[in-house]
């Protein structure tokens, strides 16, 4: 479990970038922090690992505060995936991946096949392994900075917009391999991302910021859409966006799901185990 | 022309190959002066170089004392430090340190610099020391600049590093000076090629080092 406690974050030339925030996340939940820039996710994400320290407050992980804990060894036994993938350019791809489990102490020939299993788990050929990160796509990097983060194993993962950078296509491809890949691990997930509809999908529970990392809302995406906190979040949410008013009409004996401009979203299905009623 | 045929004959003159004093015991002597003078400079130099790249700290003053450095005149520094400590390596050995440290700071910290700070950003959240990040990520990316600035240093130091024979040493400047002294200008002129020549191989030979070092993979982009 991760625990923020009233933390804030304030930089030496006096800009607040986290005025007061607390928010508890449960092991194997994945939490979404959503915001647009300014919000201060990032910066909430990253004290996680202490890449940022709190000016007031504290952060805990499993109880114990991580000002207490020395940053390089809890740094190692997290996982983070960045925008920018972050790889280090000068090292194989399975360089890259071995890397935390290598400082770990694991040995390499074990740590290297332990590398080839996981660039599978991110969909990936292991025949890129001996290629160098600028030999890959932008979607093909950001899966190796997945595997890396996933090479030692980490009960947490810190994703920081890991799948801002591709296109929508690979950005899709993408999130449904996040959803399999912790279906299949079931890491505690902390996930920053501005982009709502990324954060519905990926998100157990949703945590909705306005700038000074103020929680406007959090909840299940279910429960942010249906009760939308304040115009803030409607906005935000885009809940007066055609896309998200849908309606029923009848068609063909069928019942299709169409939204506001009447553009058709799917079929209702009937609940499981029971007649449709009309 | 006829100075400059007079003086590569001076080279060409096979007595001047073989014993003591002569072309290679003086080009052996010069390039050991160079290697004491980039050496020493390159202990002092890169380590602080290293440290303010890796740290972003005190750049300024190092900038400033690099720039105030590279003004000084080596030959005034010379007879200074001959006067000082008298004739002998120590005086102009000093001196070439001098001489080499701005190059080399420079090369240092330029080395740091030009890494992707996102790289290093991510190689801290990875959880590599401090140490593990210069000398795992900054060195090995920043390479090629850091044997830039050693290029550069020992350039200007072997150009230099015939003042040496002005106060008693040997190298090639003592067919400089010995030229000097007698009037004798194709000795003076060959000298003076060898000192050219030999800098201009030790450039090449760096920039070959350079291209080698140049990391793998970070060139395609």
Redesign the interface.
Known sequence: MIAFENVGKTYPDGTTAVEDFSLEIASHEAVVLVGTSGSGKTTLL?MI?R?VDPSRGRVAIDGEDVAGLDP??????IG?V?Q?????????VLDNVT??PV??GTSRREARSRALELLETVGLDPALARR????LSGGQQQRVGVA?ALAADPNILLMDEPFGAVDPIVRADLQQEMLRIQKELHKTIVFVTHDIDEAFLLGDRVVLLRPGGVVAQQGTPQEILAAPADDFVRSFVGADRGTRTLHVEEIEGRRIVVDADGRAAGVLEPPAGGAARA | MTQLLEALAWIADPTRWSGPGSIPVRLLEHLWYTLLGVGIAALVAIPVGLLVGHTRRGRGPVVALSGAARALPTLGLVTLFGLWLGIGLTAPVLAFVILAIPSLLAGAYSACEAVDPRTVDAARAQGMTEWQILTRVEVPLGLPLLIGGVRLAAVQVVATVMLASYIGNGGLGRFIFLGLNLSDYPQMLGGSILVVALALVIDLALRLVERLTAPRGAART
């Not at chain 1, 390089?72 to 036994?77: A, D, G, M």
């Not at chain 1, 920018?84 to 194989?92: D, E, I, K, Q």
């Open positions: 990253r690992n890449m390089v060894r809890l740094r190692r036994s983070y960045m920018a993938s972050g790889l280090l350019p000068h090292r194989s890397t935390v400082l770990r160098y990160p600028s030999q890396r």
